[in-house]
């Protein structure tokens, strides 16, 4: 089994896992099905899941973790690193903290390790589902929304509190009122969409990057790469363990997604060896496209949204 590496999130002393396992689907997957997949993880090694309302696998993750607790595949719930996310229904301050219990009534947790903001914008409380009509859509009340994050914080009902999908503009007005700051900022990330800059803000506001669709899903160029590929050959690697592995050396955290048993194991693989800087060099120079959209969620009506150039 394969030892993580953890890294210190906040000004709490917490740490967490480096690598994770994501758990959304698109299109769904079984609830049986996440909960075999996430025992298999932590027999694999993996002690961080990442979750989330609107995924629809916070339950599946709760049996996992009670199975794993009931059969000895970990000894406590402290072994454990739990995230998942307000949703954007909830993006008000009454509802933060209905919304942090119905996720923890989920998972059958009595806290998480992490609590999100999913994204920076509002929902309609009737849209409890993806996709959703852009008309639903409003400006957030951000500084009212973290007050409810840091009640959340401040009644143990979670270990730390940060955002998803926040721009280096976002995160300096967050910061501006934020009585404790966001530990983390979750971002898609990968060798083809770099984040240079918000990396290096991150980095200056001690504020963690954790990258999700580290493999440059949906559209995976990452796996059609020349140049991964050739890296990948010759280390004897796989293109996604060195596009993990990119990752890893940015000092960020990642949480690839995989059901499969073996990539599972792969997607660990990425410790005891490294790159030349002359492979450091043909990565930082790989054509950048964001795969991500906030679009991508909207009903298929809805082709263009201005709001995806602001986050």
Known sequence: MTIIPEVSIGS????????????????????????????????????????ALV????AALGEAIAEALTTGLVKSREELFITSKLWCSFMDRRLVLPAIKTSLGNLKLEYLDLYLIHWPLKLSQSVDRVPFPKEEISA?????????M?????????????????????????????KIPPAVNQVELNPFWQQKELRNFCKT??????????????????????????IAKAKGKTIAQVSLKWIYEQGVSLIPKSFNKERMK??????????????????????????????????????????????
């Not at 917490?14 to 609830?31: K, R």
């Not at 049986?32 to 899941?49: P, V």
């Not at 957030?140 to 409810?148: F, K």
């Not at 693989?269 to 990565?283: R, V």
């Open 12 to 51: 709490n002393g917490q740490t967490m896992p480096i690598i994770g396992m994501g758990t959304a689907s698109n299109p769904p997957v079984d609830p049986e099905a996440t909960k075999r997949a996430i025992l298999d993880a932590i027999k694999t090694g993996y002690r961080h899941f990442d979750t």
């Open 205 to 230: 506001k001690s504020i963690l990057l954790t990258a999700y669709s580290p493999l440059a899903a949906p559209a995976k160029p990452t796996v059609e790469s020349d140049v991964l590929g050739e």
């Open 266 to 311: 792969e997607n660990l693989d990425i410790f005891g060896w490294s790159f030349t800087e002359e492979e450091l060099n043909k990565i930082s120079l790989l054509p950048q496209r964001k795969t991500c959209f906030l679009k991508s969620f909207m009903e298929p009506h809805h082709q263009v949204l201005e709001i995806d150039a602001e986050i």
């Open 150 to 178: 840091e009640e959340c914080l401040a009644l143990g009902l979670t270990k730390s509190i940060g955002v998803c999908n926040f721009s280096s503009k976002r995160l300096d007005q967050l910061l501006s009122f934020a």
């Open 140 to 148: 957030a009340d951000m500084e009212s929304v973290w007050e409810g």
């Open 55 to 58: 995924y629809g696998t916070e």
